[in-house]
């Protein structure tokens, strides 16, 4: 079981900055990877940027050299590093996580995912 919490979103005005990040707790064997994602009013969530367990990253095109998203060693914190922010930049921000779990020593097999509650962030004059 993983339980996910965002922090550090807000209001901010274009060109401005945040910084999200995100914790997980609870009992797992190992967390493969992190990601954010946002979701847009009437829309479905969309990927912004992943980390994964090697520290590979991959971002959004719309997001590239301006979002930097970056992991923790035990890949139990994600943080995402916004910058040059736009209005268009506006939503809720969820943390994902992809995670192997445990019961004791024992390993789960398969793989399960986990989503955070969201943090808002707005972008505007």
């Known amino acids: 079981q993983v339980q996910l919490v965002e922090s550090g979103g807000g209001l901010v005005q274009p060109g401005g900055s945040l910084r999200l990040s995100c914790g997980a707790s609870g009992t797992f064997f190992k967390i493969y990877n992190m990601c954010w994602y946002r979701q847009f009013p009437g829309k479905s969530r969309e990927l912004v940027a992943r980390v994964h367990s090697d520290g590979s990253t991959e971002d959004e095109d719309s997001v590239q050299g301006r979002f930097t998203i970056a992991g923790d060693n035990a890949k139990s914190v994600v943080s995402l590093q916004m910058g040059s922010l736009r209005p268009e930049d506006r939503a809720v921000y969820y943390c994902?996580?992809?995670?192997?779990?445990?019961?004791?020593?024992?390993?789960?097999?398969?793989?399960?995912?986990?989503w955070g509650k969201g943090t808002q962030v707005t972008v505007t004059s």
């Open positions: 994902n996580a992809g995670v192997v779990e445990r019961e004791g020593d024992r390993v789960i097999p398969g793989h399960f995912s986990y």
